[in-house]
């Protein structure tokens, strides 16, 4: 929908049934506060749907402000069903940054609140610019109050989360304790909020409410709970895996590689490579420089009586700069690079230029799986 900030916004196809669901939800309301509307009441309510959005795409923005700021990437903002997400590529480097960057979303739409009650005192509040004013305060109030719970994956969660890292100097401590208080408020919205609205504690009539308005909360209820509860589960995820990633070395995943001229037949090339104890095969040009990467897939698409003929020139990919990793990379830094310059093997060099060997992103993504299955610290 446009790049604020240089990040991309995406709106998600679940968006749009929210905002029929809004359309149909705040046009009944619309018919009992203006009666005269008549069928130009879901016009209006579809307005609001869209208006609503924007506080939340303002709410996200405040979130990717403060991490451009902090210099953290941002993949994109995307609005879907319940809200909006803004993809933040690595995490903060320390818990004050983690909590200003949490606290700024709801921050910003209590100002929003702010801003629309006073927009609301300037205008008659039984007119369209009066209720849309007062519904678009109302659902700012409510987007801050939900965030602001302790719990992961909300903004008030990763709040919990820097206090009780900036407290016992552990991060993923923190991140444990925030999801755990997660899944809690998950259960505790399942099954508190049909409580609530049964027993008229919001101020509805409990002889006003019928079957269906039953039904909703409970599907309200339980999509809720399910969004929280998946997140906190996805946050504990990949804090295990952030725990494991300095595991992740470029060295120690690397396959030992050999050097061959780019006429070399396919199975003389194989034939060394077998007697060197190597996997994989440099091209290298008349001064030793590589040049390229023969592609294991290609090597493998070669019938064996036919390898005699085949140089391993046809069967190779060129090297680009991208394509070079350092020895020395681990963790979270190795894998900016290979997801900044996809392939599916790597030339590995020494810091002086030498050749290490070639990484395969197979060898990698089986490193990936083996370190998310064991177990957390």
């Known amino acids: 929908m446009g790049r604020p900030f240089g990040v991309p916004v995406y709106v998600s196809p679940s968006w749009f049934l929210v905002a029929a669901l809004i359309t149909w939800v705040f046009g009944d309301q619309l018919d009992r506060i203006l009666p005269d509307l008549g069928p130009a009441r879901y016009l209006v309510s579809l307005f609001f749907a869209v208006a609503f959005y924007a506080s939340v795409l303002v709410h996200e923005l405040a979130h990717t402000i403060a991490a451009l700021r902090f210099r953290l990437p941002v993949r ?75 719990g992961l994956p909300l903004d008030g969660g990763r709040m919990l989360r820097a206090l009780i890292w900036g407290i016992t100097g552990k991060p993923m401590t923190g991140t444990v304790a925030a999801a755990w208080v997660g899944r809690a408020l998950a259960i505790t919205v399942l099954i508190g909020l049909p409580l609530i609205t049964q027993t008229g504690v919001l101020g509805n009539p409990t002889q006003d409410i019928g079957g269906m308005d039953t039904v909703m909360d409970a599907l309200l209820a339980a999509i809720l709970a399910a969004i929280i509860w998946t997140g906190a ?48 095969l440099v091209v290298v040009d008349g001064h030793g420089d590589p040049t390229a990467i023969v592609r294991e897939t290609a090597i493998a698409s070669v019938p064996e009586h036919r390898r005699p003929w085949v140089a391993v020139s046809t069967l190779a990919q060129d090297l680009t700069d991208g394509m070079k990793v350092s020895a020395e990379l681990t963790g979270e830094e190795l894998l900016d690079h290979l997801r900044t310059t996809p392939a599916t093997e790597y030339l590995v060099l020494e810091t002086g230029g030498e050749i290490y060997g070639v990484l395969s992103t197979l060898d990698v993504e089986k490193a990936f799986v083996k370190a998310m299955a064991r177990p957390q610290s």
């Open 76 to 150: 994109r903002i995307q609005l879907q069903f319940f809200g909006g997400v803004s993809e933040i590529e690595k995490e903060s480097e320390t818990p004050g940054r983690e909590f200003v960057l949490a606290f700024v979303g709801p921050l910003l739409s209590l100002a929003l609140a702010g801003i629309f009650y006073l927009g609301m005192k300037a205008v008659d509040p039984a007119t369209v610019p009066g209720v849309l004013l007062g519904g678009l305060m109302v659902s700012n109030l409510l987007v801050a109050a939900f965030n602001l719970l302790p």
């Open 233 to 280: 589960g996805n946050s504990l995820r990949m804090a295990r895996l952030r725990e494991h990633l300095p595991e992740l070395r470029a060295r120690t995943l690397t396959r030992r590689a050999i050097p061959v001229q780019a006429a070399t037949p396919l199975s003389e090339a194989l034939r060394r490579a077998n007697e060197a104890g190597a996997r994989a």
